[in-house]
């Protein structure tokens, strides 16, 4: 499939709120454009300059910059360069989607308990369209190659376990589009999850095959894939269930053949599938319907008067109502929408009709919310990101801006270890690299981790560090430590001087997680020169403390219900 298409929606009758004679021309170009070069983004292999985009979406140069401008002021995009990525920020779309549909409540805790249960990867897996797309998993902890799809990858229906339980609730529309897809893509290049075919299959008979297969799935309650998906690779899947008995997600399991055969997989999982997909179901269907939501800043801003001529309102304005979606699970009826996105009435029922004749957005009664398809919009990609991943740009930021290195490490038993690192040119610069390990107890990054534990463990850390001097400056008495860490809990920074390292003095403040809890530390390490230490503080930690927030603030929408990733 060419970039930037996407693959057409069955859509829902239209209700009395959004008319099939509304055209919504003013707003679609823009919006329909802009998620045109997302996609594009999302779809290549790597970073793209805004030529490569006007070549590849057929877009004129000047809307191309237009469209980047927009998307970068969003935080969408990010400059590196002449070049452009797709930025951490962009996945609270597909969050919009995953909170507005409630499985973002309902799988976590369901696929963490059946992978140990289980000790393989497990994923969840719903409809789009007439394929499937993955919109959850979790992997055993400590396996070396955990297999498993990313979240967001689209997957052919024909070709997982999946896709054989979820057909079972396909309309004619739906037959009708995943015949025209096979036609139009036999060899599956559009997927690029999944292995290309060397041959097409004959159309006659992979219609009937499937045809089986799905009826054998609704007959039995599950489905069995043989390495059809990939080679090496067994799946087992079982449907959760709506009120009226129609399969709305998958939940399956991955193996690898060498561990699992298909009828041993089947022993193995079949009870544990069946009980946690029934668990899910009754967390998406047996619970109260959400309240509604706290009051929150309108998701959209008009930077137009900031950025001028090369701001798109109509795209800022498209894409603020999408993510304002995600704000109740169930969805938001119009005039909520409007309130949520902080637009008018009719804007938002421009947007709202663009968005679903381009099937981002689903309608049920008179409620809207995103579907499926938004995770396709880059959510695969950055899904893998970790904490080192997002921090580099923004040290290399910092390191530019203070004109020093400047690092991230996380907490490692009695050490800090670095996992991201931006190094200046300098006589002075610390030789340091990702993957460097220092005693806590005698770094700026180590103290402001250790202070954010709870007071008892952060006694019994002392206790068990046995610092000793590294230099004649080094705290090595356990209560000296000890007032050393909570002066840094108070403060919020830590600032060592000559501790471990003659001449080398250091700064850092914790960058934390959703939740409050620090996962990272970042700092800057300079020499410790004829400037005294209060004045490298108070020149410096702002910087830090913003280069911290930013970091923060891509790590609550790319870890929304899941711990942070640090390796």
């Given at each position: 499939m060419a970039p930037g298409v996407s693959r057409a929606a069955p859509k829902e009758p239209v209700t009395a709120d959004l008319s099939p004679g509304d055209s919504g021309a003013e707003a679609t170009g823009p919006l329909e454009r802009g998620l045109a070069v997302l996609r594009v983004m999302a779809d290549a292999p790597h970073a793209m300059r805004p030529g490569d985009l006007a070549r590849a979406t057929g877009l004129a140069r000047s809307a191309v910059d237009r469209i980047t401008a927009t998307l970068t002021h969003l935080g969408y995009l990010r400059a590196e360069g002449r070049?452009?990525?797709?930025?951490?920020?962009?996945?609270?779309?597909?969050?919009?989607?995953l909170d507005a549909s409630g499985l973002s409540r309902a799988l976590r805790p369901n696929l963490e308990r059946l992978t140990r249960t289980l000790d393989e990867s497990v994923s969840a897996i719903v409809p789009d369209g007439c394929d499937a797309r993955i919109v959850g998993k979790a992997v055993p902890p400590g396996r070396v190659i955990p297999l498993g799809f990313r979240v967001g990858d689209l997957l052919p229906a024909e070709r997982c376990a999946a896709g054989a339980v979820l057909a079972a609730g396909w309309r004619p529309e739906t037959y009708d589009a995943w015949r025209a897809r096979r036609a139009a893509d036999p060899l599956d290049a559009g997927f690029p999850a999944v292995p290309t075919r060397r041959t097409a299959p004959l159309p006659e008979r992979t219609e009937a095959e499937f045809a089986a297969w799905t009826a054998a799935a609704e007959a039995n309650g599950w489905a069995l894939d043989d390495q059809l998906v990939a080679?090496?690779?067994?799946?087992?899947?079982?449907?959760?269930?709506?009120?009226?008995?129609?399969?709305?997600?998958?939940?399956?399991?991955?193996?690898?053949?060498?561990?699992?055969?298909?009828?041993?997989l089947r022993e193995h999982a079949l009870t544990a599938l069946t009980q946690a997909a029934r668990d899910?179901?009754?967390?998406?269907?047996?619970?109260?319907?959400?309240?509604?939501?706290?009051?929150?800043?309108?998701?959209?801003?008009?930077?137009?008067?900031?950025?001028?001529?090369?701001?798109?309102?109509?795209?800022?304005?498209?894409?603020?109502?999408?993510?304002?979606?995600?704000?109740?699970?169930?969805?938001?009826?119009?005039?909520?929408?409007?309130?949520?996105?902080?637009?008018?009435?009719?804007?938002?029922?421009?947007?709202?009709?663009?968005?679903?004749?381009?099937?981002?957005?689903?309608?049920?009664?008179?409620?809207?919310?995103?579907?499926?398809?938004?995770?396709?919009?880059?959510?695969?990609?950055?899904?893998?990101?970790?904490?080192a991943d997002i921090a580099r740009p923004h040290l290399a930021e910092l390191a530019e801006r203070v004109k020093e290195s400047a690092s991230l490490a996380v907490l490692d038993g009695a050490e800090v270890r670095y996992v991201a690192r931006a190094a200046t040119e300098q006589i002075t610069s610390a030789r340091i690299t990702p993957g460097t390990r220092l005693p806590a107890y005698a770094t700026s990054m180590g103290r402001v981790l250790l202070a954010d534990l709870p007071e008892a463990d952060r006694l019994e850390r002392i206790r068990?560090?046995?610092?000793?001097?590294?230099?004649?400056?080094?705290?090595?008495?356990?209560?000296?430590?000890?007032?050393?860490?909570?002066?840094?809990?108070?403060a919020g920074h830590a600032l060592v001087e000559q501790e471990l390292e003659v001449g080398l003095r250091s700064l850092a403040v914790p960058v934390r997680d959703r939740g409050g809890r620090a996962v990272g530390a970042v700092n800057v390490a300079l020499h410790a020169g004829p400037e005294p230490p209060a004045h490298t503080r108070d020149t410096m930690l702002p910087a830090l403390r913003a280069c911290a927030a930013r970091i923060e603030s891509d790590l609550a929408v790319a870890f929304v219900d899941t711990p942070v990733q640090t390796d």
């Open positions: 070049e452009l990525v797709l930025a951490p920020r962009l996945m609270e779309c597909g969050n919009a989607y080679p090496g690779l067994v799946a087992l899947a079982v449907p959760v269930r709506d009120p009226g008995g129609r399969p709305v997600c998958a939940i399956s399991v991955l193996a690898h053949a060498g561990r699992h055969g298909g009828g041993e899910i179901a009754d967390e998406l269907y047996g619970t109260p319907a959400a309240a509604a939501p706290p009051p929150a800043a309108p998701a959209y801003t008009d930077a137009k008067p900031e950025l001028g001529p090369s701001f798109l309102q109509a795209l800022a304005r498209g894409l603020a109502v999408l993510t304002a979606l995600g704000r109740r699970p169930g969805g938001l009826a119009l005039a909520e929408a409007a309130e949520a996105a902080g637009l008018s009435y009719p804007s938002t029922r421009r947007n709202l009709l663009t968005l679903r004749q381009l099937g981002y957005v689903e309608q049920r009664g008179r409620r809207f919310l995103p579907s499926p398809r938004v995770l396709e919009l880059g959510y695969a990609r950055l899904s893998t990101l970790t904490l068990a560090l046995r610092p000793r001097s590294l230099t004649p400056h080094t705290l090595t008495s356990p209560d000296a430590l000890a007032a050393a860490l909570d002066r840094a809990a108070r």
